[in-house]
């Protein structure tokens, strides 16, 4: 036991010690998006190869072990935004993770954006909210405009009025903050969808078939609002059945 001891070095631990900061780090990065839900889908099928092994399932087995060794190159594929995004946020982001802000309570933020959803509509003035949730949506805002900024009525309103230079694309919500204005998000490709709907209510639709993500559309042309979840839209929607909603998504 004590020639084992003496047998550690200091640089040992400092080994360990850099390991799991990035182990640490790299959960940090991929947590909440969809390249954690990669992950463990990758997961099960290591899994799966294991137990094909020790079941004997030969066909099954071949299978897998012609994908598995060819694992780092479907990585890089698979991941490359990922790891691009990841590299980006290394190089940008403090050592340690940004210390945490005061946010809304969530009633506040509902309120905050069903009435700025409620004038807007009322003036013809089109918009696009999109409040995330669990899955992230940072691969959605490298092109826009990155803000920092608490959720309001009159920030979200002056963001879409026609003169603002940061009108088009979509306004982004996380964690109760405002982080991300200009965001160009993907478009459904339902071939299914009504002819009248536009690049909003598209744009709308693509986030949340992709996503978790709550959408909130604002039609210039109508002067209505509606609300999309997981691909499916509820049009004209009132304030109180758009708060009642959010409050209960947002949980």
């Keep these: 036991m004590f020639e084992l001891i003496r047998q550690i070095r200091w640089q040992d631990f400092v080994d360990i010690g850099i390991i799991t900061f990035l ?3 790299s959960l ?3 947590r909440g ?4 839900q990669m992950i463990i889908g990758l997961a099960v099928i290591l899994v799966a190869y294991v137990s094909s092994r020790a079941l004997g399932l030969l066909t099954l087995n ?3 072990d012609n ?12 991941f490359q935004s990922d790891i691009r995004r990841a590299l980006t946020q290394v190089g940008s982001a403090p050592l340690f993770g940004a210390a945490e802000r005061t946010v809304q309570p969530r009633e506040d933020i509902v309120e905050e954006i069903v009435q700025a959803a409620a004038a807007l509509a009322a003036r013809h003035v089109g918009g696009l909210i999109v409040l995330e949730r669990e899955v992230g949506l940072n691969e959605y805002m490298e092109i826009g405009t990155r803000l920092d900024a608490r959720v309001s009525r009159e920030l979200v309103e002056s963001v879409f009025l026609p003169h603002s230079p940061i009108h088009d694309g979509a306004l982004v ?3 109760g903050r405002v982080t991300a204005v200009r965001c160009l998000l993907p478009l459904s490709t339902n071939p299914n969808l009504r002819k009248s709907w536009g690049t909003r209510h598209r744009a709308a639709l693509g986030v949340t078939e992709e996503t978790d993500a709550v959408a909130v559309i604002i039609s210039e042309q109508e002067g ?5 979840v997981g691909g499916n839209v509820t049009e004209n929607i009132d304030v109180a ?3 009642s909603a959010l409050q209960d998504l947002l949980t």
């Design 23 to 25: 182990v640490y780090r």
């Design 28 to 30: 940090q990065i991929v």
């Design 33 to 36: 998006s969809r390249a954690m």
């Design 62 to 64: 071949w299978i897998l």
């Design 67 to 78: 994908f598995l060794g060819s694992i780092i190159l479907v990585i890089i594929v698979i």
């Design 173 to 175: 919500i996380q964690k």
């Design 224 to 228: 209505t609002v509606a609300l999309v």
């Design 241 to 243: 059945r758009l708060r």
